[in-house]
């Protein structure tokens, strides 16, 4: 790869509870999935995190969730499919009016947590999704796990895809991300996880928990904003990459 999108869970901040260091993380990545309101963020923390993406360029990505606030979003739901349709609508609809407000317009759709994890595998709750996104605006990308079904899916269903990888996360030897109730599922060493990051941009494989080997076809990476040393990572990824030539850009500018 000459160039990889670098995104990043922003906008989580909710009243006097603090999540993550959005104006530095905006230094370093290149797409913000910008909290809509349904597992966190507050709509004054989101118009600040937005219009602090805008003057640095990040390009802005809608991340919708389950309504779960207590749970971070992370508590899977069995949510009725026009429901979810109505929830992912009305997210994306909160966040397109923010950005307009900022003078910066939406570019794609990443759901989170529990939701993202559900409709990699569902086709039931995902189509929900990308019936939600394609109601507002068919125009937005969908963001989703490299490798997992839904993006197939969300292609025939006639929308844009992007497929991302986890910085931050172990990945099991099918390719999917180790559960956070597992010892290892979290990754913290910033050059260990910028040299993971290094190999998946230049062979397309990384090193599963058990040692195998995987291949992984992404064109974003994410480092969780809400990880301890986040910010740390997420410069050590980027200083990486440009050192092997390697250039940080969102893959709406390429």
């Known amino acids: 790869m000459t160039a990889i999108d670098l995104n990043s869970d922003l906008g989580e901040s909710y009243g006097a509870w603090g999540m993550g260091d959005d104006a530095a993380m905006l230094a370093v990545i290149s797409s ?55 929830d992912v609508i009305y997210q994306i609809g909160a966040l397109k009016g923010i950005a307009a407000a900022a003078g910066v317009t939406v570019g794609y759709v990443k759901p989170h947590g529990a939701l993202y994890n559900r409709i990699a595998h569902d086709p039931k709750q995902g189509q929900a999704v990308i019936d939600g996104i394609k109601a507002v605006d068919p125009s937005l990308v969908l963001m989703g796990l490299a490798g997992a079904p839904i993006l197939e899916f969300a292609r025939k269903s006639g929308l844009q895809v992007i497929a991302e990888a986890f910085a931050d996360r172990a990945y099991t030897p099918d390719g999917q991300l180790v559960s956070r109730r597992d010892t290892g599922a979290v990754l913290h060493d910033p050059q260990v996880i910028a040299q993971r990051m290094l190999q998946l941009a230049n062979e397309g494989t990384l090193e599963a928990i058990d040692g195998s080997t995987i291949r992984i076809d992404a064109q974003s990476i994410c480092v969780h904003g809400d990880s301890p040393g986040a910010v740390a990572i997420a410069r050590e990824i980027r200083r990486a990459f440009e050192a092997a030539g390697i250039t940080v850009r969102s893959f709406l500018s390429a």
């Open 32 to 86: 913000a999935n910008v909290a809509c309101g349904f597992h966190a963020g507050d709509p004054r923390g989101i118009l600040k995190t937005v219009r602090a993406a805008t003057e640095k360029g990040v390009s802005i990505g809608a991340h919708v969730s389950y309504p779960d606030r207590v749970g971070f979003g992370r508590r899977d739901m069995d949510v009725a499919h026009d429901e979810l349709i109505a």
